[in-house]
């Protein structure tokens, strides 16, 4: 158990809908990371917040959203989804703004797109 | 640009030893880790190289030539539950981001 949470762990939906997943960081890590995981494309980052603020960006698409709040956690909000947008969604956190800094990957949400 | 490239999958007997190499192009390198992900699980963490050498950690060991853009995982006495994938991921340059490969599939057998 790494302490990171999120929730849910499985969601199904359809196309065009938006969702929202949730994550809990370790606590007292300041950071949260967001990536996607599919099955042709392995881990790809989306972004990072630290302490509220965005950090770094990676390859987000803008129908996806994130933010973290005051007592740290995490959503990241997904929109007129597509079949491709399937997918395991990894929240990590780490206790520093570097991304040298250890990760620490909580179980994931399971999002299937029918 | 960048490219991470590692076997997508590797076959071992248990109490073998299995070297899983990793070589990279990057624009700008800051660190490489590690990571063992079990079907359907997180990623865990293994080991992080920024510097030139081997880091030994009981059963597993990582190396690392930033020279050559190459590292490699080696696994000693394999059991069973090691079966797992393999990520080898790269800190781009000083943007922050940790650039993953696809990952090496590792099986082991009895």
């Known amino acids: 158990d790494s302490g990171v949470t999120q929730t849910p762990k499985h969601l199904i939906t359809a196309t065009g809908q938006r969702v929202t997943l949730r994550c809990s960081p370790r606590?007292?890590?300041?950071?949260v990371y967001w990536y996607q995981q599919s099955l042709d494309q392995g881990l790809q980052f989306l972004i990072q917040?630290?302490?509220?603020?965005?950090?770094a960006k990676g390859n987000i698409l803008e129908r996806f959203s994130a933010q973290q709040f005051p007592d740290l956690h995490s959503e990241l909000n997904l929109s007129s989804l597509e079949l491709g947008d399937s997918a395991l969604y990894f929240c990590?956190?780490?206790?520093?703004?570097?991304?040298?800094?250890?990760?620490?990957f909580g179980p994931g949400t399971r999002l299937t797109v029918l | 640009g960048q490219n991470i490239d590692q076997p997508t999958e590797m076959t071992a007997t248990e109490g073998a030893i299995v070297q899983i190499n990793c070589t990279y192009q990057t624009s700008g390198f800051n660190g490489l880790f590690w990571y063992q992900q079990h079907a359907g699980e997180a990623p865990t963490f293994l080991s992080y190289n920024v510097l030139d050498g081997l880091e030994e950690k009981g059963r597993f060991s990582s190396f690392l030539s930033r020279s050559k853009g190459y590292s490699y995982l080696l696994l000693k006495e394999l059991q069973m539950k090691d079966s797992a994938s393999y990520l080898c991921?790269?800190?781009?340059?000083?943007?922050?981001?940790?650039?993953f490969g696809t990952g090496t599939l590792l099986a082991v057998q009895p």
């Open positions: 990590a956190s780490s206790g520093g703004t570097s991304v040298t800094n250890e990760q620490f």
């Open positions: 917040y630290y302490n509220g603020e965005e950090r």
């Open positions: 606590s007292g890590d300041l950071s």
């Open positions: 991921a790269v800190i781009r340059g000083a943007t922050n981001k940790l650039i």
